[in-house]
């Protein structure tokens, strides 16, 4: 499954360079990306482009780095979860999640993006070595350091903590 693939990917990566390069896995498989200024509302999109049958990845410049990583990675969640209806619809756009349909498919590929960014096999290891278990709370100390090692944010490093199954306190992440 190109799921599976994908995270076995960013796992292999993180061990050989010592991080995730979503932007390298991006064009691994085959997908263009761009940095382009757009508004403050607007994060990123992903399209099928009908002249050079290629995808392609738009973010927004503008944005801080761990926010276009997590861009990149939900848009590449499209593509490796539903590269046909990019394909029939042209672009996909969040903030175009208006029927029911949409709305999962956006659940879904934040899902993915996180399992891209953060795989749970790397995040066990991390917790093992510090001898955090499921049954404590994770301190701020933990959720800090999986979001520098991961390049991710402090809220999405707690928020994937806590779909892991992690005790998280809600003021660690406001």
């Given at each position: 499954?190109?799921?599976?693939?994908?995270?076995?990917?960013?796992?292999?990566m993180y061990k050989k360079q010592g991080y995730i390069d979503i932007a390298q896995l991006a064009t691994t498989e085959g997908i263009a990306l761009y940095a382009i200024n757009g508004d403050k509302d607007f994060n990123a999109h992903i399209r099928y482009n009908t002249e050079t049958n290629t995808y392609e990845i738009e973010t927004n410049a503008s944005h801080p780095t761990t926010r276009m990583r997590y861009s990149v990675a939900h848009e590449l969640a499209h593509y490796i979860l539903e590269p046909e209806r990019i394909k029939k619809v042209?672009?996909?756009?969040?903030?175009?999640?208006?029927?029911?349909?949409?709305?999962?498919?956006?659940?879904n590929a934040e899902q993915l993006a996180s399992e891209i960014l953060m795989p749970e096999p790397l995040i066990i290891e991390m917790a093992e070595a510090q001898q955090i278990s499921k049954d404590q709370v994770?301190?701020?100390?933990?959720?800090?350091?999986?979001?520098?090692?991961?390049q991710v944010s402090k809220q999405a490093a707690a928020i994937r903590l806590k779909q892991l199954g992690y005790n998280i306190i809600l003021s660690y992440i406001l």
């Open positions: 499954m190109k799921k599976d693939t994908i995270i076995q990917k960013a796992i292999a042209g672009t996909i756009k969040r903030h175009k999640a208006d029927n029911p349909d949409d709305k999962q498919s956006e659940r994770v301190g701020n100390d933990f959720i800090q350091q999986i979001a520098k090692s991961f």
